[in-house]
């Protein structure tokens, strides 16, 4: 299987990123990575961008049910080879909105590659290998195919 180098994000959710943002940014003094209104998360580098992340993912006051997940680090090539010897285990990798995948996903705000999994529980699990090169935010999170082709 892949072998973990260390763990990359955690994530906790929130009431409010408008009360969380400050706490986290100013308080804490923790350097913003992106914040995403419409999707109602902040990340947070944990360390030197690229080293480790926290999430914040606001629920408001109610029950909501929410699912959070565990980010493995990884070597770039091992991210790449995850896919199918997670198959070879019989399990499934999933891309960023939770659909089987055959290759990793990349995000372009990072720029980092990560593949997705369910535990036996059910929980959410991922491995990720940030990327060199210059971070391409429009670009979103695609195939790792596509971000190849971007990179040419």
Known sequence: MIAVQGL???HLTVS?????LPFYRDTLGLAVARVMRERGV???WLGA???SM?????TGTGPQRMSLHVAFAASLEQVL????KLMEAGITPLDFDGRAATEPVVFGWM????????DPDGNLLEYIAMLAGDPKPALGAVPWSEWRRAEL
């Open 8 to 10: 990359f994000e955690a």
């Open 16 to 20: 409010s990123l408008d009360r969380a």
């Open 42 to 44: 902040a990340f947070f």
């Open 49 to 51: 961008p690229g080293d």
């Open 54 to 58: 926290l999430g914040l993912w606001e």
């Open 81 to 84: 080879e995850a896919p199918s």
């Open 111 to 118: 720029p980092a590659a990560s593949v997705f999994f369910r």
